[in-house]
């Protein structure tokens, strides 16, 4: 099946600081990728849309400023959270489509990254 | 955009009975449903897709159901066991949505030993 992994599974940093997540897909390309932020015992929001080549697309209220997002090649998105505060302490999970012979859209995550700021 | 709504948020079973949860959708034009089983701080595992052109898919305890016209769709896990209990989130693409998942709110599932 398709793997995704995500690096590093958890972080622990100070307020003001940056902090960047990769994300990979290791046994297919993904020209898409989304990360999603989950708060304790709450559903997966999607943040942003990771577009290989392109410019990210961000959500809603999400800062593209704050939540810088690139997607270096087809198995590698990064989300950076700059200028960290406390209330960016989330679970940050990254996905990738995998498609298939029907265009399926199956989706597959990462491990997620525990992110505490203190 | 597509809106999800699940229900239950929380479900206790025996084991060895039955469990269903339902979501609903929004958008007629959603045409792939997903649901998930999440444990503490793991990552969502697909358990069980079924699309729109389908109207049952079973995969051994596992089963989903989706009813177009109503636009709702549900997952049935019989003789459930310790080990089913997580969190259990369904969710719906909108065809065309750039393969964008818009999740439900997610059902805490304990099977009761």
């Known amino acids: 099946g398709a793997v995704v992994s995500q690096h590093p599974s958890w972080v622990i940093c100070k307020s003001g600081t940056s902090v960047k997540i990769e994300c990979r897909s290791l046994?297919?390309?993904?020209?898409?990728m989304f990360w999603y932020r989950q708060f304790p015992k709450q559903s997966l929001m999607l943040m942003a849309t990771?577009?290989?080549?392109?410019?990210?697309?961000?959500e809603q209220g999400v800062e593209k400023d704050k939540f810088l997002i690139n997607h270096a090649s087809l198995t590698l998105s990064t989300l950076t959270v700059t200028s960290a505060h406390p209330e960016d302490s989330s679970f940050y999970i990254c996905?990738?489509?995998?498609?298939?012979?029907?265009?399926?859209?199956?989706?597959?995550f990462g491990p997620g990254t525990r992110l505490t700021v203190l | 955009g597509e809106n999800v709504e699940q229900h239950p948020s929380t479900l206790s079973v025996q084991e060895g009975d039955s469990a269903v949860i339902k979501c609903t959708y929004s958008d007629s034009a959603s045409n792939y449903f997903p649901w998930y089983k999440q444990e503490l701080g793991k990552r969502p595992q697909l358990i069980i897709d079924?699309?729109?052109?389908?109207g049952e898919k079973k995969d051994q305890r596992i089963a989903v159901t989706l009813n177009k016209t109503a636009k709702h769709f549900s997952l049935h896990i019989t003789e459930t066991q310790p080990e089913d209990s997580a969190v259990y989130f369904c969710?719906?693409?909108?065809?065309?949505?750039?393969?964008?998942?818009?999740f439900g709110s997610g059902t805490q599932l304990t099977v009761l030993p």
């Open positions: 969710a719906a693409l909108l065809s065309g949505s750039a393969r964008q998942l818009t």
């Open positions: 079924i699309r729109s052109n389908v």
């Open positions: 996905s990738a489509p995998l498609a298939g012979a029907v265009g399926t859209d199956t989706q597959y």
């Open positions: 046994d297919f390309q993904a020209t898409t």
């Open positions: 990771s577009n290989e080549g392109s410019k990210a697309t961000y």
